[in-house]
């Protein structure tokens, strides 16, 4: 998140219409993306976590069945394995998809440096925590090396799916946005011509107000000279 705030800003932010001051920072339609994307994440995590289970717990995902098998304990863990695994890279590629609302994720994809680094940390981190002994099994209860090479490509599952489902959630919001932005400018068009129809009667005013000034002085001129009217 402090990789993501430090986002460039988009090309074309000074092509929308300004916003009014007394909205929300969060609009309607980011809650919509926002709610998506979580949705999106947690519904392929599960899946992945589901079809692990299948695989590595002889075809149970439910805990009373598993709690029956034998060394249900390992079972579980690599099964834990895969979903973390999965997780972590879905995320990484989530913080891509998340720099713009309605942008690709291509587009100036190595703008941001420190999200580079960040990535970077988080993979290192990852494989630290899957693959180092004692640390890994012992302590947090993961076991990369015993997943075998299945549940490194299941794994893949997580991000590949969240890369094409986020990406097609943009969908959505760009036309959100695109209505929004119509409706702002409707808005500044009507603040526009009401502020026209206004310096308009100003002058109008003004007008009438020295045309009765000029006849009360011409009335003041005439009572002197003795002009009856």
């Not at 099994?137 to 075998?148: F, S």
């Not at 808005?187 to 109008?204: I, Y």
């Amino acid at each position: 998140s402090i990789a993501l705030g430090m986002e460039p800003g988009e090309s074309t932010i000074l092509q929308e219409k300004p916003r009014p001051k007394d909205e929300p920072v969060v609009l309607n339609w980011m809650w919509v993306s926002m709610v998506l994307n979580g949705a999106v994440l947690s519904l392929v995590i599960i899946l992945v976590y589901i079809v692990a289970l299948m695989n590595y717990c002889d075809g149970q995902i439910m805990q009373e069945a598993i709690m029956e098998l034998d060394d249900y304990d390992s079972k579980l863990m690599d099964a834990r394995t895969v979903a973390f695994i999965s997780l972590v890279w879905a995320e990484n590629i989530r913080a891509y998809c998340s720099r713009s609302f309605n942008k690709p994720i291509w587009n100036n994809f190595l703008g941001n440096k420190n999200m580079q680094k960040a990535i970077i940390m988080a993979q290192i981190c990852l494989y630290v925590a899957v693959l180092v002994p004692f640390f890994s099994d012992k302590i947090l209860g993961l076991r990369g090396v015993d997943i075998g090479i299945f549940g490194w490509l299941l794994a893949l599952v997580g991000p590949i799916g969240c890369l094409v489902l986020c990406e097609a959630c943009k969908l959505i919001t760009g036309y959100q946005m695109e209505q929004y932005q119509q409706q702002l400018a409707l808005r500044h068009l009507a603040m526009a011509n009401a502020s026209q129809h206004a310096g308009a009667e100003v002058p109008q005013a003004e007008s009438n107000s020295n045309s009765k000034g000029g006849k009360a002085q011409q009335k003041q001129g005439d009572a002197k000279f003795g002009v009856l009217p």
